[in-house]
């Protein structure tokens, strides 16, 4: 092989090298509409492949946070996930990006197989509250799950953005003591 020809080769494979390492960047782009089989991350977070949206309008109870039901500590976040892996389990799901929330994550409607607006619908059941910034619509389905008390609403729960900075019920707040050593 001659030092020309091994040059170009190089070139070429570092070129091709260069856009793989890169292509982890470009694995969430920005999209307006999905269709397919989707998995639930969380309660408001489907994920396509590498592509995910979270429900516009709609903020589900976190992963892990818990709310006070009937005097009970429940799972109420896994739950949530659980609503959302039920609604989406009879595919396809089509999801229409309508922007980017603060942190650049797409939002999007996504209905499942049936028509049913997913957000809409975790709102209903007690599973989300509704961002009505952003879904003027969606309080209908909010005041209506009150009043019937579904989901989290049967008790006492924390609004899933406080959740997220920190704010806790006063029931499963923890204590975090360093430990010291005695000398």
């Known amino acids: 092989m001659s030092p020309m020809h091994f040059f170009k080769t190089m070139l070429v494979l570092g070129t091709v090298t260069a856009l793989f390492v890169a292509s982890p960047a470009l694995a969430d782009p920005d999209f307006g509409e999905l269709v397919g089989k989707a998995r639930a991350v969380d309660g408001d977070t489907l994920e396509f492949g590498f592509k995910r949206v979270d429900l ?6 976190e992963r892990f946070q818990r709310c006070i039901v009937n005097g009970q500590t429940t799972a109420c976040g896994a739950d949530a996930w659980q609503v959302v892996t039920n609604l989406i389990a009879a ?3 089509t999801c229409k990006v309508q922007g980017k929330n603060r942190y650049h994550r797409n939002m999007a409607i996504c209905r499942n197989a049936n028509g049913i607006d997913i957000g809409q619908s975790m709102i209903a059941r007690g599973m989300a509250v509704a961002r009505t910034d952003e879904m003027p619509s969606y309080a209908t389905a909010e005041n209506s ?3 019937s008390r579904s989901g989290a609403w049967a008790g006492q729960f924390i609004d899933p953005l406080l959740w997220r900075r920190g704010e806790r019920l006063p029931e499963h707040q923890t204590e975090v003591r360093r430990w010291q050593r005695d000398e």
Do not use: E, K, N, S
């Open 91 to 93: 595919g396809p799901i």
């Open 145 to 147: 799950a009150r009043q």
């Open 56 to 61: 516009w309008g709609a903020d589900a109870l």
